[in-house]
């Protein structure tokens, strides 16, 4: 019995010693990044007395070499509607590394700084997707896949969209087929 209380007492003496040094070295188990030290690319987004009256909110995202990764944004946005950065704060500065314009979505990598997938939306060009990848110095976009909408519902690129058109007019859904094609070629039906 006295060897299993010796062990428990041991190990416990051993962790505290350990979350001792790793909180002298600096490092804590919830990164933060306050508002002065943002970059002057986040900051310069917003001028004017508009930069005195906005609050901003950052999201720990993960560690990387240099330092920490962090998601910043206005309060009070939806990343579909505002801005977003992905910040890096290190031991000597902080940089803006990616601009986030619509939502977005974070993927783990084998690396240390994720992959990022974008989605934007506007009226004239339908969804684009976009991705961007770290190459070791910076994001590069690696992918962009623009899909058209109608009603509201994804149908796909053009050829996957003609190709629903072509299936919902074979199926008698006309008005589908029409919507479809007047979206996507621009055809004016009367």
């Not at 009070?76 to 290190?90: F, I, R, S």
């Not at 500065?93 to 934007?120: C, I, K, Q, W």
């Not at 058209?148 to 003609?162: A, D, K, L």
């Amino acid at each position: 019995m006295t060897g299993s209380r010796t062990m428990s007492l041991v190990s416990s003496l051993l962790f505290g010693l350990a979350a001792f040094c790793w909180t002298v070295a600096g490092e804590t188990s919830n990164p933060q990044l306050s508002s002065s030290e943002l970059p002057s690319d986040v900051l310069d987004n917003c001028t004017g007395t508009c930069a005195e009256e906005v609050e901003y909110r950052s999201r720990w995202v993960g560690r990387t070499a240099q330092g920490d990764l962090f998601v910043v944004g206005r309060s009070g946005c939806t990343p579909a509607n505002c801005t977003y950065w992905l910040v890096e704060k290190g031991v000597s500065s902080v940089n803006m590394l990616l601009e986030l314009n619509g939502a977005f979505t974070l993927h783990p990598f084998a690396g240390r700084y994720p992959a990022v997938d974008v989605r934007t939306r506007s009226e004239e060009e339908g969804v684009t997707y976009l991705r961007f990848e770290w190459n070791g110095e910076k994001y590069n976009r690696t992918a962009t896949r623009r899909v058209y909408e109608v009603n509201g519902v994804e149908c796909g690129t053009r050829e996957e969209c003609r190709a629903a058109a072509e299936h919902a007019l074979k199926a008698h859904q006309v008005d589908r087929a029409l919507r479809i094609w007047q979206r996507v070629d621009g055809v004016s039906w009367i």
